[in-house]
């Protein structure tokens, strides 16, 4: 299903792979689409353990002060408490898995 977060209004797609009923979550997978037109991208920090696996194209992916270069086949895992975002698209259109586990006592 997919579904408006915050970089929506920029021409990201997001897509919810996994859905559970009730208040609380476990994980939420999703896949994600951006492409170089919507050139704003926007940093998150929320609760949990984000997990990102590259399908194709390529980006520069900031975490805290660091820029991570992500192509395909790459993944990268980290606390999602520390400010996040993808930094630069390296083609036209990308595309990645982005998988948030949450501690299992957390409401959201």
Same mark, same amino acid.
């Given at each position: ?5 915050? @970089?929506?209004?920029?021409?990201h797609t997001?897509r919810?792979l ?11 997978p999703?896949m994600?689409?951006?492409?170089? !037109? ?10 949990g ?7 194709? @194209?390529s ?10 270069l992500?192509?395909?086949g790459? !993944?990268?895992?980290?606390? !999602? ?6 930094q ?5 259109r ?12 957390i409401d959201?």
């Open positions: 299903m997919e579904v408006v977060r915050s @970089g929506t209004r920029h021409g997001y919810l996994s859905y559970s009923k009730g208040r609380k979550k476990t994980l939420e999703f994600i689409e951006m492409d170089k !037109a919507g050139d704003v991208y926007p940093r998150f920090r929320h609760e353990t984000e997990f990102i696996y590259m399908l194709s @194209g980006m520069e992916y900031r975490f805290g002060e660091t820029t991570y992500l192509e395909p790459d !993944a990268l895992t980290f606390s !999602a408490h520390i400010e996040h975002g993808p630069r698209l390296m083609n036209d990308i595309k990645f898995l982005s998988i948030i586990f949450y501690d299992e006592n959201i």
